[in-house]
């Protein structure tokens, strides 16, 4: 089993930064692709970015530019430096890891990022 636990969540102006970071616990070495998701009122869920333990990266159009996605593979452990943040990056942020061989997903419970008009 995989636990993920997001941490680092906050209220920022507009124009402000903010970084999270997503901590793996239990049979960590089974995960291959890590990411964020996030979820703001009365939308889906869509990605933020995603990265593959070998660095590949995909970003959502609305964060390309402004979020840099880091990941250690020693702990499969990531982080999101997020800058120039706008209203509309308002939404609870997931981390997500999966495995290709049991096609299992695992979601951390989310932690809120606010950024008022």
């Known amino acids: 089993q995989v636990q993920l636990m997001e941490s680092g969540g906050g209220l920022v102006q507009p124009g402000g930064s903010l970084r999270l970071s997503c901590a793996s616990s239990?049979?960590?070495?089974?995960?291959?692709?890590m990411g964020w998701y996030r979820e703001a009122p009365g939308k889906e869920r869509e990605l933020v970015v995603r990265i593959s333990a070998g660095g590949r990266t995909t970003y959502g159009d609305s964060v390309k530019g402004r979020f840099t996605i880091t990941r250690d593979n020693t702990k499969n452990t990531i982080s999101l430096q997020m800058s120039d943040l706008k209203p509309e990056d308002t939404a609870v942020y997931y981390c997500?890891?999966?495995?290709?061989?049991?096609?299992?997903?695992?979601w951390g419970r989310g932690t809120q990022v606010t950024v008022p008009s």
């Open positions: 997500r890891g999966d495995n290709r061989e049991t096609r299992e997903d695992y």
């Open positions: 239990g049979n960590i070495f089974s995960i291959d692709d």
